[in-house]
């Protein structure tokens, strides 16, 4: 049983405070070929040989314009040619935790997102206080049935340098937001004042897993040089419930030989759970209209 940095085991921390950091889920003879395909790849976006970008100034999906780069899509895309990203996907450790938050076997996990957060370059810049799933403008009624709905899937941080980028309000993820909360959330998304928040600060090898209820915001420092690898896995349990928040990144690539040929044997079967839920959800389609899009 894995626990966290206060020897609580994850799963019980997750679900207490919206938020587990985990020591040691990279195994030590992956960890400067992380760093060094970070490198290349973080070149290539800057450099603009590698379109699937996040931009400074935007927030959410689809990404379509912008210089200044704050994140890097797609780790395990074929053409990126970086082997190591998968193989880091598939490790043994970090499937050993995905699988005991989600109180699942390796065989029911599902495949989902890979990407990586970075300093930019040009100026600082903050992302809103937000939940993933539930815009701002929710209505209570409405925000305490989301808050209902079980996710099926999880999402991590793991910083391969000093990161204190990730701020979060701890046991936000199970409740409506506070009038203060609502009224911050919508008004003033970028303050700096939200009452009850907590600077995440990881050391480099330290994970971050949090609910995407929990009310949380980011900071980015150009000064402060950030590779953080920002992934996610799910569970068959939740049928096509994950297909509209994940496929809005626009995954179609990974339904080609390229992509299946670069997989290690620990990823072929959440591959093949991803691919179900694309059938059922989307006709077979690995791509969907944002969630955020038109807000």
């Not at 060094?36 to 314009?65: I, L």
């Not at 506070?178 to 009452?195: F, L, Q, V």
Request: overall charge negative.
């Amino acid at each position: 049983m894995l626990t966290d940095i206060n020897n609580v085991p994850i799963e019980q921390a997750l679900k207490e405070n919206g938020y587990v950091i985990v020591d040691n889920l990279i195994p030590e003879d992956m960890f400067e070929s992380l760093k060094e395909a970070c490198d290349r790849s973080v070149n290539k976006a800057r450099n603009g040989e590698w379109k699937h970008c996040r931009y400074v100034g935007t927030q959410f999906p689809p990404w379509t314009e912008g210089t200044d780069v704050w994140g890097v899509q797609h780790l395990t895309h074929p053409d990126l040619k970086e082997s190591i990203f998968a193989q880091w996907y598939g490790s043994p450790k970090l499937i050993e935790a995905v699988c005991q938050l989600l109180k699942t076997s390796p065989e029911n996990l599902q495949m989902e997102l890979f990407n990586l957060l970075i300093n930019p370059k040009e100026r600082d810049f903050d992302l809103t206080w937000h939940r993933d799933a539930v815009p701002a403008e929710t209505a209570e009624e409405q925000e305490q049935e989301k808050l209902k709905i079980p996710h099926y899937g999880t999402q991590w941080n793991t910083a391969l340098y000093d990161d204190q980028c990730l701020f979060v309000v701890p046991k936000s993820h199970r409740r409506v937001r506070t009038p203060e909360e609502r009224d911050i959330t919508i008004n003033d998304p970028k303050s700096h004042k939200m009452p009850g928040q907590l600077q995440v600060h990881l050391k480099p090898g330290q994970t971050v897993f949090y609910d995407n209820n929990i009310l949380h915001r980011a900071a980015y420092f150009k000064s402060s040089k950030r590779a953080t690898l920002h992934a996610s896995m799910g569970t068959i349990d939740g049928g096509h419930h994950r297909a509209a928040t994940i496929f809005q990144h626009g995954l179609d690539w990974m339904d080609t030989d390229a992509f299946r040929q670069q997989l290690p044997k620990s990823l072929e079967k959440p591959y093949a759970n991803i691919c179900a839920m694309a059938a059922r959800a989307n006709e077979g389609k690995f791509a969907v209209k944002p969630i955020h899009e038109g807000l």
